[in-house]
């Protein structure tokens, strides 16, 4: 099977900076877009910002300018580069990566645990 595991969340102050890390490891030919996914309590879990595995980025017009994505594919790991952090970006973070997987070789969608951002005003 395969196994995303994030890290570097955290409690920063408003308008400073973190840096997510996502690791993606076990029965792994190739990954195609790697993304990043935010949840606010309450709230709809919401895109973040994607890359694919030829390092094409998008990212949602809230986090634009801000936020920075990025992708070791020889690590099999994707970065979330955080700047000017504001209050409302306080969300658990997910990390998704689109996975084919030598487990039946088929794609698959797999899913981190979650990190926590917290963001003081």
């Known amino acids: 099977q395969v196994q995303l595991v994030e890290s570097g969340g955290g409690l920063v102050q408003a308008g400073g900076s973190l840096r997510l890390s996502c690791a993606a490891s076990g029965s792994i030919f190739s990954i195609n877009s790697m993304g990043w996914y935010r949840q606010a309590p309450g709230k709809q879990r919401e895109l973040v910002a994607t890359?694919?595995?030829?390092?094409?980025?998008n990212y949602a017009d809230s986090v634009k300018d801000r936020f920075t994505i990025s992708r070791d594919n020889a690590k099999n790991t994707v970065y979330l580069q955080m700047n000017s952090l504001k209050p409302e970006d306080t969300a658990v973070y997910y990390c998704k990566g689109v996975v084919f997987t030598t487990h039946g070789w088929a794609e698959y969608n797999y899913w981190g645990q979650g990190t926590q951002v917290t963001v003081s005003s």
């Open positions: 890359i694919t595995s030829g390092g094409t980025t």
